[in-house]
């Protein structure tokens, strides 16, 4: 079976109308998407899903941000598609994101910056597991 990843576009890219364009730089690469799934995140939700951060000093505004609109979810096959993923999207910030990755093009602030990735294949366990 090939690799999987989870991403979520974020409600600052669903609001602006980008889940198409930025499904289709998955596509683009040759990924497949098995499953896509709109929803709303609750608190309780977010707050499994964002569990390694819980101790963070921003975690109450990245509950607050997630469950603030509608995200799209997708699960993303493909050889490597884990560690490729995280390549298409670029690092955390948008301000330090290099152009022509996902958050680097679309991002506007470390919260609203566009997309989530699993970042390891136990991530995309516990992921999976809260969204689908
Ligand atoms: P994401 O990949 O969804 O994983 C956790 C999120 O926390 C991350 O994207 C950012 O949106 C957010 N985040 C990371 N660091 C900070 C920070 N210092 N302040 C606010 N939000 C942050």
Do not use: C, W
Request: glycine share 6%; proline share 3%; aromatic share 10%.
């Amino acid at each position: 079976m090939a690799e999987q990843t989870l991403i979520i576009v974020k409600p600052d890219a669903v609001k602006r109308n980008l889940v198409e364009e930025i499904l289709s730089r998955f596509k683009k690469k040759g990924f497949s998407i098995s499953k896509l799934k709109t929803f709303n995140f609750t608190v309780e939700m977010a707050e499994q899903f964002y569990s390694v951060h819980s101790s963070k000093p921003f975690f109450g505004e990245l509950v607050s941000f997630i469950t603030s609109g509608t995200v799209v979810a997708a699960i993303i096959e493909g050889d490597n598609v884990i560690n490729v993923t995280r390549e298409i999207i670029g690092k955390t910030n948008p301000k330090e994101a290099s152009p022509g990755t996902i958050r680097g093009d679309f991002g506007t602030g470390i919260l609203e910056n566009s997309i989530h990735a699993s970042d390891s294949r136990e991530s995309f366990d516990k992921e999976v597991n809260v969204v689908f």
